[in-house]
C-alpha cells in the first residue's frame, strides 16, 4: 500500500559514517536536516516556551500530542483556526503522534479490543473511543505535515504471547489507517512493535516495510527497559528498514540518547524531557546534567555552558537563573528550557557534522563518556 503524500515528501540520503547518517527531508512547511531532535509541545505548546522561543532555539520541527488535543481544545476547533500551524503560529513542519502510546499509559483507564481502545479522561471521568479511524481523523483535522499509525505498545516486562498479540493487532491496525488517511500533505509513519524479542521486531520491521511510507518509526522503547536493551533493540531494527527513508526513534532525548541512536541508523528523536528536566532545575552540559539549584551556582558569572549561544547563555549567568528558581519565578524554568531545546538540536546538528565529515567515531568517543 503506497502513502499518497509521498509526491510531497522526499527524503535524500546524503551521506554515512558506519550505520551513523545525514539526510534531508522535505515536507510542505518546510526541509529538515537530519539526524534531528524534536522538541515536545504537548498541548500546542512547549511548556513555558511560545512558538517564538522554540523557533529561536533552531528547532527544524515540533511534536505536538493528538490525544490531549483531542480532549482539549478539540481537534475540530484547531481545524476551524487553520489547522495546527496557524493555531499556534509555527510555520515549519509539525509531527503529530496517533495516542497509542497516550492509552497505553493510562494503564488501568482504559479497554483494548479488536475495534479500537476505550479510556477514561483522568481529568473529567468522562469515557472516549479511539480506533485507527478515528486516530486518522483527529490527526487530519489538526494538520499536521507527518502523522503517526495508531499502535498498541505492550509493557516491559511482557511476556512473548502478550507482545506478539500487541504486535499483530498494530499491524491490522496500521492498514486501517492507510485506508483512513486521505490527505495528501500529511505523511503518515508506520511503527515497528514486537517488545523486547528480537523475532518479533523482525517480523514487524518486515510487515511496516511492505507499505510504501514516507517515512518508519521505532516504538515501543523507552518505557522501563534498560539502555543495554534499548540500544540493542534499535541496532537490532534500524537496520531492517528502508535505507531511502527516515527512522524515527520515538520518545528519547538526552544527549547520549542521540549519540547511541545516530550511532545505529536513527535520523529523528524526541522526548519531553529536555523541558521536564528543566521544570526540576536540570540543565544540559558537555560533562552531563548539572542542576541549578546546587550551592556551587551561588555567585558563578558564567553561563549555563560556556560558548553556547542560547538566549540563556547570551544574557544570564547561572547565579541569576538560581536566584530566579530559588524565589520560585517561572522564569528559570523558561530560561533553561530554552538552554536544554537548543542544546539538543544543536548537538544532532554537530552529529551530522560529524557524519558529513566522516569523524562521527571520533566525535562520539570524545563525547559519550563525559556525558554518563
Known amino acids: 500500500m503506497r502513502d499518497n503524500a509521498l509526491d510531497n515528501f522526499k527524503y535524500e540520503l546524503l551521506h554515512e559514517c558506519g550505520n551513523a547518517r545525514a539526510g534531508i527531508l522535505t515536507t510542505p512547511h518546510g526541509i ?13 505548546a512547549v511548556k513555558t516556551l511560545t512558538s517564538e522561543q522554540v523557533a529561536d532555539t533552531g528547532a527544524q520541527i515540533m511534536l505536538s500530542n493528538s490525544y490531549h488535543l483531542y480532549l482539549r481544545a478539540g481537534t ?6 487553520g489547522g495546527i500551524h496557524s493555531w499556534m503560529n509555527w510555520h515549519k513542519p509539525v509531527l ?31 469515557k472516549h473511543f479511539i480506533n485507527p479511524e478515528i486516530s486518522m481523523e483527529i490527526q487530519q483535522d489538526i494538520g499536521a505535515d507527518i502523522i503517526m499509525a495508531f ?15 500487541a504486535m499483530e493487532r498494530t499491524h491490522r491496525w496500521l492498514e486501517r489507517c492507510f485506508k483512513a488517511k486521505t490527505n495528501p500533505n500529511q505523511a503518515l509513519f508506520p511503527i515497528v512493535q514486537g517488545a523486547f524479542f528480537d523475532d518479533l521486531r523482525k517480523e514487524s520491521a518486515k510487515v511496516i516495510s511492505s507499505y510504501d511510507a514516507a517515512g518508519y518509526a521505532i516504538g515501543g522503547v523507552s518505557v522501563g527497559e534498560p539502555a543495554e536493551m534499548k540500544n540493542h533493540l534499535v541496532e537490532y531494527t534500524a537496520p531492517l528498514l528502508p ?6 526513534l520515538m520518545g528519547v532525548g538526552t544527549p547520549e540518547d542521540l549519540l547511541d541512536g545516530i550511532k545505529r541508523g536513527i535520523d529523528m528523536f524526541d522526548c519531553v524531557l529536555p523541558t ?5 532545575g536540570s540543565f544540559f552540559t558537555p560533562n552531563g546534567k548539572k542542576n541549578i539549584k546546587n550551592k556551587e551556582f551561588y555567585d558563578d558569572d558564567r553561563p549555563l555552558v560556556e560558548g553556547c549561544n542560547c538566549f540563556a547563555c547570551r544574557n544570564h549567568s547561572r547565579a541569576y537563573i538560581r536566584h530566579l528558581w530559588r524565589c520560585g519565578e517561572s522564569t528559570a524554568a523558561t530560561l533553561l528550557s530554552i538552554h536544554n531545546i537548543q542544546y539538543l538540536v544543536e548537538f544532532s546538528q554537530k552529529c551530522r557534522e560529524a557524519i558529513l ?16
Open 32 to 44: 529538515i536536516k537530519t539526524p534531528i531532535f524534536m522538541p515536545v509541545g504537548t498541548n500546542s
Open 76 to 81: 475540530k476547533l484547531i481545524k476551524q483556526f
Open 96 to 126: 503529530t503522534d496517533s495516542g497509542g502510546f497516550q492509552v497505553f499509559s493510562l494503564g488501568h483507564l482504559n479497554k483494548i479490543s479488536e475495534d479500537g481502545v476505550e479510556f477514561t479522561d483522568p481529568k473529567d471521568g468522562k
Open 151 to 165: 499502535d498498541q505498545c505492550a509493557p516491559y516486562p511482557c511476556d512473548y504471547d502478550t507482545a506478539k498479540h
Open 243 to 248: 535505507k531511502d527513508k527516515p527512522r524515527y
Open 276 to 280: 521536564r528536566n528543566a521544570r526540576h
Open 357 to 372: 565529515s566522516d569523524s562521527f567515531d571520533e566525535f562520539y568517543n570524545n563525547n559519550y563518556n563525559k556525558l554518563i
